[in-house]
């Protein structure tokens, strides 16, 4: 375990360097070279976190010279930390391969490659270091480190319109959510007191702290980590970062980075807390539900794909969070073998998530590549010019949509499965909670399958609604392999979810006090809920779903079909041609639930018509202009920043451009110093 | 081996009555209407006449029309093998159950709705668009009336439910099993295009909404699409039957039991063909911006058949 633990910590550290140099990561052996650092890097990392959950044995290493203040530089792999590394593994794999051939076009002299090479490793590791801290200041730093070359990230394409906004909105809300985790921590490193914050001690002294101790530090967690996840209403951050970055980077900030905020508040609230009141559960089923149906909401009203996209994470992680929040609160009330269930689909959902986001990501990237544009209206067609591409996007939108019988699928039943019981709980108000949460998750993946269809139908399909599209190529060889590589993972995790739910189960085991359930789910070829409450074989199905569609062909040879095809235009009411102007639009064909949910939306209508000087029954010119309003960002973030800014005018009067002035107030502030620490009684 | 024989025997029996089925409908509807009404087989003339067709398909669109109709058309088939039709527990219970179903009809749904938007003409985008509204709000009803029936029978194995029925017959006539049938019965008309939601004999464009995604299917691929499309019909008729009043169904395999129930669906399903042709010669088609009001109905229906069947434990 030791050689691959170090066997990933060089291979980033040494990716990270090959592009250090001037001129670094620049060529096909420069970008390989990255590449090849990040997949080695990656591939080390899972290795580690598959042996670990395979062995059950927790991997250590403590290096206090490294850091002498608080406790140095201390590392555990557990088996909910090693789930997070083999993710990052997961995503990052594919995410490097492909963006060897997608930062090609950043040769050009648009973007630094040698920026992008080196933040690309350090931000794998760090991130991967997060999984592995075992003390607060190690996992702090580790945080932090994986915001901040995040935001390089980010912000690769400064040139570019909006980025450097996007990047300000990221960065401002990631050192919120850090502020919120840092009073978390103190807090919980209170007691014991001066302790050097190890999380052995953490987890030992949280049981003497006060119940609203306790929930205070559960709060800021939540807050702190929801930022990162990019859960309701702290996703404003998402929607704006993930498009403009890098599109491999944007699969891996969405596929692979929001998941630690998911990693964090299980680490916190399960493993250190163990656990809290009922009402603990309930907030964050609350919020997971709130997240995932204004999530999809939004990625419907989205005519950008990649922002289409990144709202659809805000969904996923809410399902993710639907599923944490049911465990938490199972686990409150007394079910633990249900609590366990629902954070197995909770982990589950967040695989498939990874997978499915990252490789939709990858196909945006691929397209947004041919055509040099991110507005689906300007889309149309490709599915001729890139048929890879096409057929990949194609396979990530059913999984994603949640259809049998890839991945999505799988995780949304286990999901339903996992909140059945709840509705057992005695309490009407949790029945009720639960009871919504189905209703919201099943409304939330039709909303998925509308969305997607949008997605799908209007890039890829019907007439190029521009020449770029009509132009559109086909993606290099390192992309179609990325892309690849999650079209498998995907199908894998759709087929055999039965060889993964057990390791699932063992990975949450032991964690504040969960049953281990993995004993409890029959591992043969069907997926069966603990005491026989339902069962399915999702590879049984998926077999008679390749069965069945090839005896279509056989049937109809047999019932002797006419089999001849013509090619003609297509039926236009008798109107000459055919233009992509009269094609449905990405805004129009979300305009139905525009309607249906504009108390949601509040639609912006403009309308301006032209009309003839002469006569007002010809008409020379309409222009219409629609858009939504987000009240989220009207109602809660304006305030704030109006108000931040107000504080900061404020504030900016010390700031005098006097030496005389400065000089004082360190004085001052040298007094005050030395006052507190001579206060008596200290 | 006979379990085998007897998935077959079903899937065969759902194929062949689906287009006497909606004939049936059809029929009835003249009948109440006034008019003499064409005799209930002439569907399978239609799909013989379809089958020995060519097919024009327009220059704009790309193999995924031609895949959609197969993966249609399997999807409705590969749910038969799951719906108890004439016997159950099914071999097969196992390997599906109640979501199963629900996303394997919203898949074929999915691709349908691609399929719309692949000759690139405004009715297809038109009609993909409202089908996949349509869809995306019934959902939450379907799952809620399924966690109601799976509430009280411990399950959402198909097989299971109906066993649970049979075992305590009581349960058929309790308050949640009544709502989530009405529930369900509003979500059956939405998801199989029938009047109020959709008018499955309209070809008018602003009404259209199944109609218009298939505007540009022709010959044995709008065979398949209209077949899997009655099969629909058929699998969430034999739903609403079996599940909520399943007897008749073939506990154990002995000829007799077998063929009363092949009588049985046929008396169920024509009973419920019965109420659909009066509902559909009795209403209005709504507005398209009224049937969310209709879904929203049968929503707090499913919320109220879980409420009762939580309340009634």
Redesign the interface.
Not at chain 1, 588 to 593: R, V
Not at chain 2, 154 to 157: A, D, M
């Given at each position: 375990m030791q050689t691959l633990f170090l066997a990933m910590v060089s291979a980033y550290v040494l990716g990270a360097f090959v592009a250090l140099p001037e001129g670094g990561g620049r060529g096909t052996l420069g970008r390989g070279l990255v590449a090849l650092g990040a997949v080695v890097g990656a591939g080390a990392g899972s290795a580690l976190g598959a042996s670990v959950i395979l062995s059950g044995a927790p991997f250590t290493l403590s290096v206090p010279e490294l850091l002498p203040i608080a406790g140095g530089l201390a590392l555990r792999l557990d088996s909910l930390g090693a789930f997070f590394l083999v993710l990052i593994g997961l995503g990052a794999i594919p995410a490097a391969i492909y963006g060897a051939g997608y930062s090609a076009a950043y040769e050009d002299g648009r973007a630094s490659l040698r920026l992008l090479g080196v933040m690309l490793n350090l931000f794998l590791l760090t991130m991967s270091l997060v999984t592995l801290a075992d003390n607060v200041l190690t996992f702090l730093l580790m945080w932090e480190g994986m915001s901040l070359t995040s935001y390089f990230l980010v912000i690769t394409e400064s040139g570019e319109e909006g980025t450097m906004r996007a990047g300000l909105w990221y960065a401002a809300m990631t050192h919120a959510g850090l502020a919120l985790l840092l009073a978390a921590f103190v807090l919980l490193t209170a007691y014991p007191r001066g302790g050097p914050g190890a999380f052995a001690d953490l987890r030992a002294g949280a049981a003497s702290l006060s119940g609203t101790t306790r929930s205070v530090i559960f709060l800021l967690a939540f807050l702190g980590f929801g930022s990162k996840a990019g859960i309701v209403p702290l996703h404003v951050w998402l929607p704006r970062a993930h498009p403009a970055a890098p599109s491999h980077v944007s699969a891996l900030m969405s596929g692979v980075m929001i998941k630690m905020g998911v990693y964090g508040i299980l680490r916190v609230a399960l493993d250190l807390l163990g656990g809290g009141p009922p009402w603990w559960g309930a907030l964050v089923l609350g919020l997971g539900a709130a997240s995932a149906l204004l999530g999809i909401l939004y990625a419907l009203m989205a005519n950008d794909l990649k922002r289409l996209l990144a709202y659809s994470s805000v969904e996923n992680i809410g399902i993710v969070f639907i599923g944490v929040g049911a465990g938490l609160l199972f686990g409150a009330r007394g079910l633990p073998t249900a609590a366990a269930l629902a954070f197995v689909a909770a982990l589950y959902h967040a695989l498939n998530h990874t997978a499915f986001k990252g490789l939709l990501f990858m196909g945006a990237g691929s397209v947004l590549h041919a055509t040099h544009t991110r507005d689906m209206n300007l889309m149309?067609?490709l599915?001729?010019r890139m048929p890879w591409t096409a057929l990949f996007f194609?396979i990530g939108a059913?999984a994603i949509?949640?259809?049998?019988p890839l991945n999505g699928?799988v995780g949304e039943?286990l999901l339903?499965?996992s909140l059945?019981p709840g509705?057992s709980i005695p309490q009407?108000v949790v029945?009720?909670l639960v009871?919504m949460a189905?209703?919201?998750?099943?409304?939330t993946?039709?909303?998925a399958?509308?969305g997607?269809?949008?997605a799908?139908?209007?890039t890829f399909?019907?007439?190029p609604r521009s020449e770029e599209a009509a132009q559109a190529h086909e993606a290099s060889l390192s992309m179609r392999a990325g892309m690849g590589l999650l079209v498998i993972v995907c199908i894998a995790l759709g087929l055999a979810p039965a060889a993964v739910v057990p390791l699932l189960g063992r990975v949450v085991a032991g964690l504040g006090g969960l049953p281990a359930v993995a004993p409890l789910f029959a591992v043969n070829l069907?997926l069966q809920m603990p005491h026989?409450?339902?069962?399915?074989?999702p590879t049984?199905?998926a077999l008679?779903?390749l069965i069945?569609?090839g005896?279509?062909?056989v049937g109809?040879f047999v019932?002797?079909?006419?089999?001849?095809?013509?090619?003609?235009?297509?039926?236009?009411c008798g109107r000459v041609g055919?233009t992509?102007r009269?094609?449905?639009t990405a805004t129009?064909?979300?305009?139905?639930?525009r309607?249906?949910f504009a108390e949601l939306y509040r639609p912006t209508k403009e309308l301006t018509v032209d009309f003839h000087p002469d006569s007002k029954y010809f008409v020379q010119a309409i222009e219409y202009r629609t858009d939504i309003r987000s009240w989220f960002e009207e109602f809660l973030y304006e305030p704030l920043l109006n108000a931040t800014q107000w504080v900061s005018r404020r504030i900016r009067r010390l700031q005098s451009g006097s030496l005389h002035g400065y000089v004082a107030y360190l004085f001052i502030v040298l007094v005050l110093m030395l006052g507190a620490l001579l206060w008596p009684g200290k | 081996m006979t379990h085998y024989i007897l998935e077959i025997a079903q899937a065969l029996l759902a194929l062949l009555l689906a287009p006497l089925l909606v004939g049936f409908v059809r029929w009835v509807k003249a009948r109440l209407q006034n008019r003499r009404g064409a005799p209930p087989w002439l569907p399978y003339f239609e799909l013989a006449k379809l089958?020995?067709?060519?097919?024009?398909?327009?220059?704009?669109a790309?193999?995924?029309f031609r895949f959609a109709p197969?993966?249609v058309?399997?999807?409705a088939?590969?749910v038969t093998?799951l719906v108890p039709l004439i016997a159950a527990p099914l071999p097969?219970d196992?390997?599906?159950?109640l979501?199963?179903v629900v996303?394997?009809l919203?898949?074929g749904?999915?691709f349908l709705?691609?399929a719309g938007?692949?000759?690139?003409?405004?009715f297809?985008?038109?009609g993909?668009?409202?089908e996949?509204?349509v869809?995306?709000?019934?959902?939450?009803t379907?799952?809620?009336a399924i966690?109601g029936l799976?509430?009280g029978a411990?399950?959402?194995?198909l097989g299971r439910i109906v066993t649970a029925t049979l075992a305590n017959p009581g349960v058929a006539i309790s308050p949640g099993h009544l709502l989530a049938f009405a529930a369900l019965f509003i979500v059956t008309l939405a998801e199989t295009g029938r009047l109020p939601v959709d008018n499955p004999s309209t070809h008018l464009e602003l009404t259209m909404i199944h109609e218009a995604m298939i505007?540009?299917y022709s010959?044995?691929y709008l065979?398949?699409i209209e077949w899997a499309a009655w099969l629909k019909l058929t699998i969430f008729f034999s739903l609403l039957a079996n599940l909520f009043v399943p007897w008749g169904l073939a506990t154990v395999l002995t000829p007799a039991t077998l063929a009363i129930a092949v009588v049985t669906l046929i008396i169920k399903l024509a009973v419920l063909g019965l109420v659909v042709a009066v509902v559909e010669t009795r209403v209005a088609k709504l507005r398209?911006?009224r049937v969310?009001e209709l879904l929203g109905l049968s929503?707090v229906l499913a919320?109220l058949a879980?409420?009762s069947s939580?309340l009634l434990r």
């Open positions: 149309g067609g599915i001729k194609l059913v949509a949640g259809l049998p699928f039943w339903f499965q059945l509705v009407p029945a009720a009871t189905v209703g919201m998750l099943a409304l993946s039709g909303l399958a509308a997607f269809v949008k799908y139908g209007i399909l019907a007439i069907s026989g409450f339902a069962e399915i074989s049984l199905a008679g779903l069945v569609p005896l279509v062909p109809m019932l002797g079909a006419n089999r001849r095809l013509r090619v003609g235009d297509t039926w236009g055919q992509p009269m094609e449905y129009s064909f979300a305009e139905p639930l309607r249906v | 089958f020995g067709k060519e097919v024009v398909m327009s220059n704009n790309s193999w995924l197969t993966i058309f399997a999807s088939l590969a093998f097969f196992n390997v599906g159950d979501l199963v996303y394997l919203l898949l749904t999915f709705a691609l938007l692949d000759p690139g003409t405004a297809g985008g038109m993909a668009s409202r996949m509204t869809a995306a709000i019934a959902e939450p379907i799952a809620l966690f799976a509430l411990g399950s959402t194995n505007l540009e010959g044995r065979a398949l398209l911006f969310p929503f919320l879980v409420t939580f």
